[in-house]
């Protein structure tokens, strides 16, 4: 699986390319532990404990539980991601 979204509440996860997620299957009640890395210079791997909070074939949407929420290294990559974005700005627009 691999993380697409990132916030500082949570993640959305998506199968591999030829990997679909049983819908009918219950992750609600469980956690589920997740590993990654983040894209940063030192590959910051992170470890966390989340709940499925919205299930589908093409991916999950998961929350950190209340211990991984407001995470400093997390906070800090979010916000240093932001900083690079561009945003086009059409200057004809009032």
Known sequence: MKVVDLSSSGVKIKPHLNRTIDTTDRFFDNPILIAFHLKDTDETHIQKTVHARHICEN????????????????????????????????????
């Open 59 to 94: 991916y999950i949407g998961a929350e950190f539980d209340e211990s991984g929420q407001e995470d400093p290294i997390i906070g800090s990559y979010i916000l240093s991601q932001r900083h690079h974005l561009t945003i086009d700005i059409n200057p004809y627009l009032p």
